[in-house]
């Protein structure tokens, strides 16, 4: 048989015990419940549970299918933006062993990426949009009355065209513009 009290130095460690063999336990340092949070990678957890990263652009919580495809399931974790590591928090899927990169939110400025791990506005999305409401309205506003909104429609550089609404004369404007337009 084994004794607890054998893995444990102090009644405070709060290591969740697990088996090792035949009559062995041992006190996981990665794995700790303080009666309250249960702490991954953190011995001290400061909510219900806390995962800890101990790596670099790691994935820390997979939920996966018990069916077929395999190796097919839902990941959040941590990626770089490309200069920064671990900069970008990831939710995406796992596909047939390859990990696919869905919605990521940049730390450092909060601006969300969809298809993109460096978003540059507040919401960046890379790939086709649809929208569909029956009947429905798509509303564009300015933080400011009497601003002006746009609909840019552009190629790199911003050469394209636009559909702007000017708040202070209450009209539309329809145009191009070239990569000297502001």
Do not use: C
């Given at each position: 048989?084994?004794?607890?009290?054998?893995?444990?130095?102090?009644?405070?460690?709060?290591r969740?015990?697990?088996?090792?063999?035949?009559?062995?336990?041992?006190?996981?340092?990665?794995?700790?419940?303080?009666g309250?949070?249960?702490?991954i990678?953190?011995t001290?957890?400061?909510?219900?549970?806390?995962?800890?990263?101990?790596?670099?652009?790691?994935?820390?919580?997979?939920?996966?299918h018990?069916?077929?495809?395999?190796?097919?399931?839902?990941?959040?974790?941590?990626?770089?933006?490309?200069s920064?590591?671990?900069?970008?928090?990831?939710?995406g899927?796992?596909?047939?062993?390859?990990?696919?990169?869905?919605?990521?939110?940049?730390?450092?400025?909060?601006?969300?990426?969809?298809?993109?791990?460096?978003?540059?506005?507040?919401?960046?999305?890379?790939?086709?949009?649809?929208?569909?409401?029956?009947n429905?309205?798509?509303?564009?506003?300015?933080?400011?009355?009497?601003?002006?909104?746009?609909?840019?429609?552009?190629?790199?550089?911003?050469q394209?065209?636009?559909?702007?609404?000017?708040?202070?004369?209450?009209?539309?404007?329809?145009?191009?513009h070239?990569?000297?337009?502001?």
């Amino acid at each position: 048989s084994v004794d607890v009290s054998d893995f444990m130095t102090n009644g405070s460690d709060n290591r969740v015990l697990t088996a090792t063999g035949t009559d062995a336990m041992n006190a996981e340092a990665n794995l700790v419940f303080d009666g309250t949070n249960l702490g991954i990678g953190t011995t001290s957890p400061d909510y219900p549970l806390d995962i800890a990263s101990t790596a670099h652009n790691q994935d820390l919580l997979r939920l996966s299918h018990y069916t077929a495809p395999t190796q097919a399931g839902f990941m959040i974790g941590f990626n770089t933006d490309g200069s920064i590591d671990s900069n970008v928090i990831t939710m995406g899927v796992e596909y047939s062993s390859t990990d696919y990169d869905v919605i990521n939110i940049q730390r450092s400025t909060r601006n969300v990426g969809i298809g993109t791990t460096n978003p540059s506005t507040a919401l960046d999305v890379v790939g086709d949009i649809t929208l569909t409401k029956d009947n429905g309205t798509i509303h564009i506003k300015s933080a400011a009355v009497n601003n002006s909104t746009f609909i840019r429609m552009a190629e790199d550089g911003f050469q394209g065209g636009f559909i702007k609404y000017d708040g202070s004369d209450n009209k539309f404007i329809i145009g191009t513009h070239n990569a000297a337009d502001s």
